[in-house]
């Protein structure tokens, strides 16, 4: 019985160094190479977001006057743009989130509600169209060096058949727009 012990051990003994020598990396490579992993580890900076009164001031549209009955979301487009800067230091091809925060308008899930009852203020990208809804992200890069400009245009929309009849008068709407990194 102790034979047949040793004998056992030493065909374990055996199938595990075959298995080893089979399964080592060296076996059937004669090449090998390290790898080697670096980057540039940096604090997210905050972003100034402006518009061309300048940084620290709000960015403000003026319509002028519009008369109601135009209004057909067509007409009125002001264009504009929102001028990111994130410092040098953050680079190019870095994403970003613009969030456009508001109250959208209850006959327009996709216009900013106005001061004026059946007025709305629709957000687009000029680049392509699009329209940016309240409450809505937008997936940016950054591609100049930590700035970025976005090209953008609001139209005012109305309801189409009002309850009460749209009263003429000033009207603002207001919106927040924040930028964050996903």
Known sequence: MIKKVNIFAKMINY?????????SPNVFSNNSTSLSF????????????????GINK???????KIAIQRIDGKRFQKNWSLNIDCGANLGSNVSLELNYMGNPVLFDEKALETSRAGIGIRLYNATDSTVI??????????????????????????????????????????????????
């Open 15 to 23: 199938f595990l160094f075959i298995f080893l020598i089979l399964n």
């Open 38 to 53: 670096k980057g540039n580890l940096i604090d997210t900076p905050p972003c100034d977001i402006y518009g061309t009164e």
């Open 58 to 64: 709000p960015v403000n549209i003026q319509f002028s």
């Open 133 to 182: 809804a309240p409450n809505d992200k937008k997936k940016l890069t950054m591609t100049n060096n930590g700035k970025l400009q976005i090209p953008l245009y609001s139209i005012p929309v109305k309801i189409a058949k009002p309850t009460t009849p749209i009263i003429e008068g000033k009207f603002t709407a207001t919106a927040t727009i924040s930028i964050n990194y996903p």
